[in-house]
């Protein structure tokens, strides 16, 4: 893996459509990347919906169990936008939750932050991480941080990167 190989011990995160978590060799396509790009299972983060979740439960909680069990790593993505029936946080093997910038955008201008804040306490008192997306400003950091929220991903760090960019990023943030 390029970032490996550099010394950077990176997480790559990666979307997975309904339409690819409802592959029957879902487990046996997973596993062969992971042995092709010799990336490690636990750098490996699948983000999936709310509405994946909520198309056959059993089905997805074998899924979801096999993949906590080679090591990868799952985050719902656009946390709030869909479905949100907070009892599958318990059911599901979840690792992290990707607040949509839907609820980020406006702080503190015209939202006080109160959804991101309760998603936050949430997260937090089951013990599971949460990241902000679409941070671009100073304020919307600010608040992050004082309701313990310390992942974050936005403009305001870096639009997409080439890999050659990637590296250099990651360099001169190390």
Partial sequence: MFLLEQGFETPVAVNISRLQFKNPYIITLINSVLEETKLPANLLELEITEGILMDNHQECELILDELKGMGVKIAIDDFGTGYSSLSYLKRFAVDKIKIDRSFIKDIPEKDSGVIAKVI???????????????????????????????????????KPLKSDSLLEFLKKYQ
């Fill in 120 to 158: 936050i306490d949430l997260a937090n008192n089951l013990r599971i991480k949460v990241i902000a997306e679409g941070i671009e400003t100073d304020a919307q950091l600010d608040f992050l941080k004082v309701n313990n929220c310390f992942e974050a991903q936005g403009f305001m760090f870096s």
